[in-house]
């Protein structure tokens, strides 16, 4: 079997699909990239085998069909210092070997039996089938993804959880100090269902979506998801368990809002953080009409720091504590130019939305408080 295609283009598609890739297998055939020629198209598969994604390339020539393994650091390292210009593989799939010959040169090695490569079972019909937009998908997940835990006893807690009601589809990570809930109104359904996206293959989306105006596909049931994206397939296995109610810890009826300049509040907590304990990274807000006081100490090293920015605030006077790094990470994931903080209590969580909503979206963050010791 002979085929020809890019050289640039075989090595983008496999540096992403490198990515699946475990460093620790259990089967060594997952070592190996799985190439299936068919109608003169190149489908090549990467798998740890609890997530499996597959893209296609079109082949300028190809003069036969066929399957075969190929070691993912050979492949990899073989094409990626090559410069773009038709790659000619020759591929005996009875003795296994490979002869790859470029501009200059050619290179050989030995492949390995497509059929012990373990193949995904598809989900079956009666799947739950949701339809979203590439960019939107791509943007919700970068918003979401930082604010996931990293817990071995509440794993439902370690993905982002996909949520669709016939008001909205709601996109939600928490690791229990801070939260991120994004409501898409245009998706929505009259049957609820739910499932919960492993960090995996979240990062591996992340890395793949185009913003084209093209849509993803995610057709999912209890256990496995498939997602169908442009120039390619993921299949994962899904987070089983009951993802806590996230609604009821968003505290309602907050009467002390602050509008504030996002980049400005950025830029002065991370000025007064380094001064705060390492341990607590605690940063105290106090504010007052029209000003908010950052301030922070480490007692044990004699390190203070404090800042005041103008802001637009209504409410009763009050002083505050948040973690500095998680407000950080939130300010860090919004987009908006200026940024509302609303306030009940500095004993309850704070919210903090973008002053301007994306279309036919709420996005909300919550940050739970730090006790201060006055």
Known sequence: MRFTLSSTALSSRLQTLSRVISSKNALPILDCFLFEVRNNQLSITASDSEN????????????????????????????????????????????????????????????????????????????????IGSSVLNDNINRSIFATAQDELRPVMNGIYFDLTAESLAIVASDGHKLVRNKNFTIKSD???????????????KSVLARDGSDVVIKFDDRNAEIHFAGGTLSCRLIEGRYPNYNSVIPQGNPNQVTIDRRALLGALRRVLPFASESSQLIRFHLEIGKL??????????????????????????????????????????????VIIQLADPSRAGIVLPSVQPENEDVLMLIMPMLLND
Not at 88 to 99: A, G, S, Y
Not at 191 to 205: D, E, G, H, R, V
């Open 52 to 131: 499996v994604m597959q893209t296609t390339l079109p082949l300028d020539e190809c003069d036969g069909n066929g399957s075969f393994a190929v070691p993912n650091r050979t492949i990899l390292d073989a094409v990626k210092e090559l410069a773009e210009q038709p790659l000619v593989f020759d591929v005996d799939t009875n003795n296994l070997t490979i002869k790859v010959v470029y501009q200059n040169g050619l290179y050989n090695f030995t492949a390995q039996n497509a059929a012990e490569y373990p193949r995904f079972q598809p989900i079956p019909d009666g799947a739950t089938v949701v339809t």
């Open 191 to 205: 049957a609820p269902a739910s499932f919960i996206l492993p960090k995996k293959p979240a990062q591996l989306l």
């Open 293 to 338: 006081e950052l301030s922070s100490e480490d007692i044990d090293f004699a390190t203070s720091a404090k800042e005041s920015i103008t802001c637009d605030y209504t409410g009763q006077p009050m002083s505050i504590g948040f973690k500095g790094s998680s407000l950080t990470e939130i300010l860090t994931n919004l987009e908006s130019e200026e």
